[in-house]
């Protein structure tokens, strides 16, 4: 959104009489939308809303996108597909020694891992807050996290961290790509991700797919994750995320591990790219006339 090559698409959609289909990715969440507010509201009124309302289907990933869209006062037909996990990567994951002592983290304690950009929606003040009051009553656990921000930002927030017991245990590997990733979740027990706001989380998708349960907040789309058994939802905040850490640290290994392995099933029934490749192929001949609705097309 807010863009000008989405406005060119747009306006040559409607020139031709093309079906459009808009994937919004988050952008009429209501805290998105209070990012740059004014700018916004000014881009909206001059280009983007004739060519949102002129859209044939409207993507979302997840249903709390899908009543943002709403609140946003559209009434196109929106399709509910979230987005996937390439299921591969993650088979047989393995971590080796090297990946310890090149990022100087501990073999003989277990990790609570964060792993996704450091910026002010991730909510890495309230598990700098949580830690500090957690961190004295499981030091056989440490934090790794993975991400890289703006440094202004990121100095931030590890002052918070120092400010709290537990500061040695919490190791920053900076943005980790490719192989150094995927061993990132295999050293892992338990994910955490406490945003204030998500579209979808890519990477709580990816951690469940690393058999790695999660706890993230009421600011991302993952309600399903008590109901599956295989993580926390939480309200958003230090408090509560406090006292969950407080119950996931102390489970005993295996059963984090059970937890993961259905986190894992739930990956793979659900989020894989085939499944839903499948789902946008059927919106995609809907538009284009060629079949009847999908079930995951809300006209509501």
């Known amino acids: ?23 919004l990715r988050g952008s009429l969440n209501p805290k998105a939308l209070n990012h740059s507010r004014w700018k916004k509201l000014v881009a909206g009124f001059l280009f983007d809303n004739k060519y949102l309302r002129a859209a044939r289907c409207l ?16 009434k196109n037909p929106v399709a509910i597909i979230p987005n996937g996990v390439e299921t591969k990567f993650f088979v047989n994951l393995s971590v080796e020694n090297e990946f310890f002592k090149r990022h100087y983290v501990s073999e003989d304690k277990k990790i609570l ?25 499981f030091t056989d656990w440490e934090l790794v ?8 930002y990121v100095s931030k927030v590890k002052g918070i961290f120092q400010k709290g017991p537990g500061w040695d245990r919490v190791k920053w590997l900076g943005l ?4 150094d990733k995927f061993a990132a979740y295999a050293a892992a027990s338990l994910f955490v991700l406490p945003s204030h706001t998500e579209n979808f989380s890519l990477v709580t998708a990816e951690a469940l797919a690393a058999g790695l349960p999660v706890i993230t907040t009421h600011g991302t789309p993952w309600s399903e994750l008590p109901e599956k058994g295989c993580g926390w939802w939480i309200p958003i905040g230090a408090e509560s995320l406090t006292k969950t850490l407080c119950a996931a640290l102390a489970l005993p290994e295996n059963i984090l591990k059970e937890m993961g392995v259905r986190g894992k099933a739930l990956i793979g029934s659900k989020y894989s790219w085939s499944v839903i490749a499948e789902e946008m192929i059927n919106v995609y001949e809907w538009v284009m006339g060629n079949r009847e609705i999908p079930s995951c097309v809300r006209l509501d």
């Open 145 to 152: 996290i993975v991400g890289q921000g703006r440094p202004d």
């Open 59 to 74: 993507h979302a990933t997840s249903t709390e996108e899908y009543k943002a869209i709403r609140s946003y006062g559209l």
């Open 1 to 23: 959104m807010w863009l000008p090559t989405n406005w060119a698409a747009g306006r040559a959609a409607r020139r031709n009489n093309k079906p459009l289909v808009i994937s």
């Open 113 to 137: 891992l964060y792993l996704s950009r450091i910026s002010w929606e991730k909510g890495l003040e309230d598990l700098a807050v949580a830690w500090g009051k957690v961190a004295g009553d």
């Open 176 to 179: 980790l790509t490719g192989a």
